[in-house]
C-alpha cells in the first residue's frame, strides 16, 4: 500500500519552476526524515536532497545547485515533503521520487540509508523541453 504519494510534475520548457510534493497521508513518516531522489532515462537513481524529521537540518548533494530548495510542512494533521525546482533544464528531465527512513546523521548516512529505504513514492515525471 503506497503511503507516500508525489505531485506536482509536468511537461514545462526549459526556464520553468516547479514544485513537487510528497503526501504522507497517513502521517507514517512524521518521525523520519525524508528525501528526494530522480531517475532519468538509462540512468541510475540520483540523490538530491533530503530534511530530517524536526526540519532542522538539511542535507544536498553535491550535484545540485541552488536552484533546488527542499522543504517541509509537518504538524499533528499533515506531512509534506516539496521540492521547489527553478531555472528547469532539460536535463533535470526524469521521475522524482520521495522516500522515508528512520535515520539522522551527515549527508552520507542520510543519503544512503534513504536509498536503501523500503519507503517510496511511486515517483512524478518531470519533463523539461528546450
Known amino acids: 500500500q503506497v503511503q507516500l504519494v508525489e505531485s506536482g510534475g509536468g511537461m514545462v520548457q526549459a526556464g520553468a519552476s516547479l514544485r513537487l510534493s510528497c503526501v504522507d497521508s497517513k502521517l507514517t513518516f512524521s518521525n523520519y526524515a525524508m528525501g528526494w531522489f530522480r531517475q532519468a532515462p538509462g540512468k541510475e537513481r540520483e540523490f538530491l536532497a533530503a530534511?530530517?524529521?524536526?526540519?532542522?537540518?538539511?542535507?544536498?548533494s553535491d550535484s545540485v545547485n541552488d536552484r533546488f530548495t527542499i522543504s517541509r510542512d509537518k504538524d499533528y494533521a499533515k506531512n509534506t515533503l516539496y521540492l521547489q525546482i527553478n531555472s528547469l533544464k532539460p536535463e533535470d528531465t526524469a521521475v522524482y521520487y520521495c522516500a522515508a527512513a528512520h535515520t539522522d546523521g551527515d549527508v552520507h548516512v542520510v543519503s544512503r540509508t534513504l536509498s536503501r529505504s523500503k519507503y517510496w513514492g511511486q515517483g512524478t515525471q518531470v519533463t523539461v523541453s528546450s
Open positions: 530534511i530530517n524529521w524536526s526540519g532542522t537540518n538539511i542535507y544536498y
